[in-house]
């Protein structure tokens, strides 16, 4: 799979109109990868666009892209406040942009943004799918994973014949992780390890409860993902896209922070681990199959096949 990062940044983009920290002042000065515009992802093989944030249009033109198909995470205006972009692919392509969209996302997008009215004009052609199921995208997989909050928020599993990969790009704590082993994971940042830190973050900080620390952040994603990217960077951390790539490092070559642009390398899978993948996913598609009709039980038994191929690791 061939996934880009087009946009790296946390909820506010890097420069912000006004601002005159180091970060903003790098990255007016020199642009590169110190310049971040809102979260999103494109997955070439499914010709799918995730989130339309404010950039969305200049983000596509930079690369070239007009995607058939959308999908979003969420409504914050981070990864949603940009979708007038589907009127501009529809146009350009004289053709409908297919959204794809989590039930429960429907209301909260349509009450916020021009939702409706792209449908009415023609512009988008909705295509409403349940939460935790997968659909099918061009020959992949695509699996909107809900998180255990009030608010609709998804991320997105794609699954190939030889390949996993997930997008989280925001809120992890409350993400229930997918069973078995990923080729690439692009997910919210952790808090940075405290002395890379130009600031003090007092222990009462809401950060605290709401993101994993770095360390955690290794651990969790440790032996499930080969590649791990984190995403959503936040310019209240203020950190330069170099002083990220050392504390990337202390977690060794899997890890890194996304910048714009960002291409995830396919990484070959470990020699005699291509077997093993192939039989888990001749086991968990058996599954899938089998108890599709009971959500529980199903997770139940993934959750036990994961365990077992994590156990039988070389
Ligand atoms: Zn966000
Ligand atoms: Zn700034």
Not at 280 to 299: L, N, S, T, V, Y
Request: proline share 10%; glycine share 6%; hydrophobic share 40%.
């Amino acid at each position: 799979m061939h996934p880009r990062v087009l946009g790296s940044a946390g909820s506010q983009p890097t420069p912000k109109a006004g601002c005159s920290c180091r970060l903003c002042a790098l990255a007016r000065r020199e642009g590169g990868r110190a310049v971040r515009t809102g979260p999103s992802l494109y997955l070439h093989e499914a010709d799918l666009l995730i989130d339309t944030p404010e950039e969305a249009n200049q983000q596509l033109t930079g690369h070239g892209l007009a995607p058939r198909r959308i999908a979003w995470t969420h409504a914050h205006p981070d990864h949603a406040a940009g979708l007038r972009v589907v009127q501009f692919l529809a146009q350009s392509s004289g053709q409908a942009v297919e959204g794809w969209l989590p039930r429960p996302l429907y209301p909260v997008l349509a009450e916020r943004y021009p939702l409706d009215y792209l449908v009415d004009a023609g512009h988008l052609e909705l295509h409403l799918v349940s939460p935790n199921r997968p659909f099918e995208l061009g020959g992949v997989r695509v699996t909107p994973l809900a998180h255990a909050l009030a608010e609709p928020v998804f991320a997105y599993l794609f699954e190939t014949p030889s390949a996993r990969g997930l997008y989280a790009p925001d809120h992890l704590r409350s993400l229930p992780l997918p069973e078995g082993p990923l080729d690439w994971a692009v997910v919210q940042m952790p808090i940075p390890p405290l002395d890379a830190l130009s600031f003090e973050l007092p222990p009462e900080h809401a950060a605290w409860k709401n993101f994993y620390t770095f360390e955690e952040a290794v651990e969790v994603w440790r032996g499930r993902t080969r590649r791990l990217v984190f995403t959503h960077v936040y310019e209240s951390v203020r950190m330069t896209p170099e002083e990220l790539d050392a504390v990337a490092a202390r977690a060794g070559d899997w890890v890194r922070f996304a910048h714009d642009g960002m291409e995830i390398a396919e990484a070959a899978p470990p020699r005699g681990e291509a077997a093993r993948l192939e039989a888990f996913r001749a086991e968990q598609a058996r599954i899938e199959r089998e108890f599709g009709h009971d959500p529980k039980r199903m997770r139940a038994e993934l959750r036990r096949l994961w365990s077992r191929y994590r156990s039988e690791r070389p």
